[in-house]
Structure formats: structure tokens, C-alpha cells
């Protein structure tokens, strides 16, 4: 068995930025009811997508960043009853809502939250079957740095699946996707949570590369791009990768 992550608490005075740990503190307790509202529930699919892709799970840990609230933690759990999961976000507050819900459903044994980066990764090279991370690869800072440290710290042949917020530029739905994820989006992140956060959300979907462009970020971190699905008319983009051979 692989060692235990690490805890890697921030410090009290860590700056509340766009897309940072303590941004997302301000808005944890109600994070779920305004991704239900702000995808139509559509989220909860995508999640499922991605549970799919990893695939037959070997054996060793998955590791999902940007766990959030550790609901494709439990999804993950869920779907591989012989699965532990190790899920690493920088929200404290999130985290807490995770472990409520974790307890609540009995999965406390298998499902271990700690604080931690994308870019630092407290786990021995080759030591997990797989890495998730969902809507969360765009925040990460130093995104390379950070998809270096998934191929590292995943097994050859292992699964790392991406999913992610996207833009929609083509298509007859995309002005009105657009329109939702620019307008209504922060409109109800403002009305429910009483936060200016989700403008950050408009901002930081916008400006995401394309799934094309990311995939080849991916492939320059050392990844080997297995496929790329966007959902939803391209509102949401799935990217499943395996460690490449330099990794």
C-alpha cells in the first residue's frame, strides 16, 4: 500500500484570488445546490462519463483533485466498491462538506479528503490507478506543473480523466450556451450564494483553452491523449489520457 498523502494545510493568511482555495471557502455551503441549477443537473452525468472512462480499475488508490464537495469521490466509490479514493482540494470549507456527506454515506473507510495543490502532489511516482479532476483543472495555477505530477503519479496504463467546463463556439445552441454561461451563471451564483465568485466562473470557462489546445498541453506534459469528448454541444469537455512512455 502506497504511503498516505501528506497534509498540506495553507496558511491563514493565503490570498482569496480568483479560483483559489479560500475563493471557493466563501461558497461551499451551497456549491451543489448551484451546480445542480447552473447545468440543469447535467453535471451529475458528467460525472458518471467520467466514473466511465477510467475504466477496470487495478489495483492502488484513485486520486481526484479538485474534490470539491468529493462528489466524484463518492461516484468513483460507488461505481468500485474495491476502490479507496484519496481526494485533494485547497478549499478547507469544501473539504468539510465532503466528509458530511462521505459519513452520510457509510464510505468513510474508503474516501480520504485532505487539503492539498494539483501542482505538489503528496504520493510516490507510479503509486495510483488512476486521477480524476473535475472542474477544477482550470484553476490550477500552474497547469503543466500540474499534469506533469498526474502522469508521474499514476501507473503505467493507468487513467487519468479531465473533465472540464468549455465554451461552445460552433453549433446553432452555441449563442445561447454562451449567453447562459456568461449572464446566468454568475446571476445565480449572486442571487443564492450572495458571492461575486461566479463572475470569476464566466471569466475563468472563457478563458480556457480549447479542447484542442489542451489536448496538446496534455500531450506536452507527458500524457498520451487516449480521447477527447465534448458533451452537452461542447458545454463540457472530457479528456481521458494514460501516462505517456517518458513519464
Known amino acids: 500500500m502506497s504511503a498516505p498523502p501528506q497534509r498540506l494545510d495553507r496558511a491563514e493568511g493565503e490570498e482569496i484570488r480568483g479560483g483559489s482555495g479560500r475563493m471557493f471557502d466563501g461558497i461551499a455551503r451551497r456549491y451543489d445546490l448551484l451546480n445542480r441549477l447552473t ?22 488508490p484513485v486520486l481526484d483533485l479538485a474534490t470539491g464537495t468529493a462528489d466524484l469521490a463518492l461516484a468513483i466509490a460507488r461505481s468500485h466498491p474495491q ?6 482540494d485547497p478549499s478547507a470549507a469544501m473539504l468539510e462538506q465532503g466528509r458530511t456527506k462521505i459519513a452520510r454515506a457509510g464510505l468513510a473507510r474508503r474516501i480520504e479528503l485532505q487539503r492539498g495543490a494539483a501542482e505538489s502532489l503528496p504520493l510516490p511516482s507510479a503509486s495510483v490507478a488512476a486521477v480524476t479532476i473535475a472542474f477544477g483543472i482550470r484553476n490550477v495555477p500552474d497547469r503543466p506543473r500540474a499534469l506533469r505530477e498526474m502522469a508521474r503519479v499514476t501507473r503505467r496504463g493507468g487513467r487519468i480523466a479531465i473533465l472540464e467546463l468549455t465554451e461552445p463556439h460552433r ?12 449572464r446566468v451563471v454568475p446571476l445565480l451564483g449572486a442571487l443564492l450564494s450572495g458571492a461575486r465568485e461566479y463572475g470569476y466562473l464566466r471569466d475563468s470557462i472563457g478563458a480556457f483553452p480549447t479542447p484542442e489546445r489542451f489536448a496538446r498541453q496534455m500531450g506536452d506534459a507527458g500524457l498520451e491523449v487516449l480521447a477527447v469528448r465534448p458533451m452537452t454541444f461542447g ?6 489520457a494514460t501516462p505517456g512512455d517518458g513519464s
Open 39 to 60: 447545468s440543469f443537473g447535467l453535471d451529475l452525468r458528467w460525472r458518471r462519463e467520467t466514473v466511465r472512462a477510467l475504466g477496470k480499475l487495478g489495483a492502488g
Open 83 to 88: 476502490v479507496r479514493v484519496i481526494g485533494l
Open 235 to 240: 458545454a463540457c469537455c472530457l479528456f481521458v
Open 171 to 182: 453549433g446553432p445552441l452555441a449563442p445561447l450556451a454562451r449567453f447562459h454561461v456568461r
